[in-house]
C-alpha cells in the first residue's frame, strides 16, 4: 500500500512536468536572443552533439534492458538514471541552439531560407520521409514524458509488475525516439548553413 502512496504523491508531478515541458519547449522554440536584442552567436556546434547524445540514449536504453532479463537491477536503474539524464541534457541543448539560431529548411541547398521549385526537384520524396520522420519524432516526444515518469516511478516504488507492463510499452517509444533524433540530425545537417 504504500508503495502505491508513493506513486500517488508523483502523480500531479507528472502530469504538471509533462504538460509544462512541452509548452515551455514550444514557447522558447518560438524565442529568438536576437530579437531580443542579445548579440549571441548561434550555438551551430550543438546539433552534431546532441544527436550524438541522442544515440548514446539509445544505446543506453538497450544495455539497460539487457542488464534486467541478466537480473542485475542495480546496473538497470542506474542505466535509466543515465538515460533520464541524457534526455534531459539533449532537451537544453536543442532548445539553446533554436533560440539562437534560425530554423533550417530541408532541402534549402544554397541556405537562403527558401526551398525552391529546382531544390524541391533535387531532394524529391526524401522530404516527406523527413517529414514523416520528423512528426513522429516530436509527436512521440511528448508522449513518452509521462511514460518514461510514470515507469520509472513504479520502478522506484519497487512496483516491478506494474512496472514491466508499462516499460513494455515505453521502451520501443523511447528508442524510437531516440534513435530517430539521430535520423533527423543526419537528414537535416546537409542543409545547415
Known sequence: METRS?????NKLIIAVSIVIPVVVAILFGVKLKDFGYDVAPLSFLPPIYATINGLTALVLVIAVVAIKKGNVVLHERLMK???AFSLAFLVMYVAYHMTADSTKYGD??????VDELEM????????IYFFILVTHIVLSIAIIPMVLITFVRGLSQQFDRHRKIAKITFPIWLYVAITGVVVY???SPYYA
Open 109 to 114: 541547398l544554397d541556405h537562403n531560407g527558401l
Open 6 to 10: 508513493l506513486e500517488k504523491k508523483y
Open 186 to 188: 543526419l537528414m537535416i
Open 82 to 84: 543515465l538515460a533520464i
Open 121 to 128: 526537384a533535387q531532394i524529391g520524396a526524401s522530404r516527406l
